[in-house]
């Protein structure tokens, strides 16, 4: 057997999310129908991170394991051919020794979340962003965020039906900037860590905003993480913000730099 990696884009909204699920429709499930397209099946792919239903990825990473050695220009163009329409592309694709796991073998993964701000409905952005009405206090935020940054009992912050052993997570970092688009004022949130919990990302953001609109002070933010009590966690956002953005292994498969 061949092991190759794949970097993997897609939109969410059509899609339960990465994990395939029996009759409902799932990224994962998607990208291995294609291979059974071009060898011979069944496939089973793993991912660095299961996203929710919604949830978009720039960077996924998955590996799939096939009897022929394909060349990975050919392999990637067709998956591609057999993909399409799905909004779903396979952007690289790298040969990789049986020892990688896309999953096991990350050291970091990167959600990045993007708010809009601006009164008019979205039009090209629509589902792509999570839009807000008013400007955000970005201090604050970036006040608010610093109290989540480092090893915590993530309790608050994480779905009631979470599967994780604990709730004991190290955020690495939550940097929080403002960028001016001709759609309007955006708010891009960084979020980098080994790994989260089921919802982490987004309970984060949700309560975040509430800091931005001034409904929430930053000290609530700290009060929420120290209560270890979801019933203290803000709203959660929705999904369509969220992207998997990027993940980091040792010996990056696509021959490319950490993010800065």
């Known amino acids: 057997m061949h092991r190759f990696a794949l970097k993997i884009e897609y939109h969410g909204a059509p899609y339960v999310g990465w ?41 996924q990473v998955a590996h799939c394991d096939l009897q022929r050695n394909w060349d990975v220009f050919r392999l990637s163009e067709a998956l591609n051919y057999h993909l399409k329409p799905a909004p779903i592309a396979i952007v690289e694709c790298a040969a990789v020794s049986e020892s990688f796991h896309a999953r096991y073998a990350a050291t970091e993964r990167r959600y990045l979340f993007r708010i809009l701000s601006r009164r008019a409905p979205v039009t090209h952005q629509a589902g792509l962003v999570w839009q807000v009405k008013k400007k955000l206090d970005v201090d604050a935020m970036k006040e608010a965020a610093s109290f989540l940054v480092g090893k915590h009992d993530f309790t608050t912050f994480r779905s009631t039906i979470c599967q994780a052993e604990s709730p004991v997570k190290t955020l690495d970092r939550l940097d929080i900037k403002q960028v001016e688009t001709p759609a309007g004022t955006e708010y891009h949130f960084d979020v980098r860590a080994r790994s989260f919990l089921h919802n982490q ?41 969220l992207y998997l953005a990027h993940v980091t292994y040792p010996d990056d498969p696509f021959g490319q730099r950490p993010e800065p």
């Open 201 to 241: 990302v987004r309970s984060f953001i949700g309560s975040l905003e509430r800091v931005g609109t001034g409904s929430w002070t930053p000290q609530n933010v700290k009060s929420a993480l120290e209560a270890r009590d979801r019933a203290a966690c803000g709203p959660v956002s929705p999904p369509h913000g």
């Open 19 to 59: 994990q395939r699920q029996t009759e409902l429709k799932s990224v994962q499930g998607t990208i291995e129908d294609a291979l059974a397209k071009i060898a011979p099946g069944p496939h089973m792919i793993a991912a660095a991170g299961r996203t929710d239903k919604g949830v978009h990825a720039l960077g």
